[in-house]
Nanobody, 125 residues
């Protein structure tokens, strides 16, 4: 199982941090990605981090504002979100990939890897 936490209601310009952890298996040797789904839209790959943290990737709209990191000792991956905008509103999902890398992580498939149930982030004043 994959579980996300964090998020909630945040004011524009504010910050929040999402966390992802697993039960029943460890994510230590696996790449991990974050997706989001805005109301009425499809799933968007937001960021990814390789198992050894050597490579991180971000979708253009969040570059410079979001930061992905991991602590394998805590079996956790984090997404720090700063300078939040209204358009960042959505449900954020953690995807634990089946490989150590992040190759093609933005190709959405519900059958790929292990998905969490998601956590809501609402940016509103």
């Amino acid at each position: 199982q994959v579980a996300e936490s964090g998020g909630g209601l945040v004011q524009p310009g504010g910050s929040t941090t999402l966390s992802c952890t697993t039960a029943g298996f460890t994510l230590e040797s696996l790449g991990v990605a974050w997706f989001r789904q805005a109301p009425g839209k499809g799933h968007e790959g937001v960021s990814c981090i390789t198992s050894n943290s050597e490579i991180t990737d971000y979708t253009d709209p969040v570059k410079g504002r979001f930061a992905i990191s991991r602590d394998n000792a805590k079996n956790s991956v984090y997404l720090r979100m700063d300078s939040l905008k209204l358009e960042d509103t959505g449900r954020y999902y953690c995807l634990v990939l089946g490989t150590p890398g992040c190759n093609n992580y933005r190709d959405y498939s519900p059958n790929r890897g292990h998905w969490g149930q998601g956590t809501q982030v609402t940016v509103s004043s």
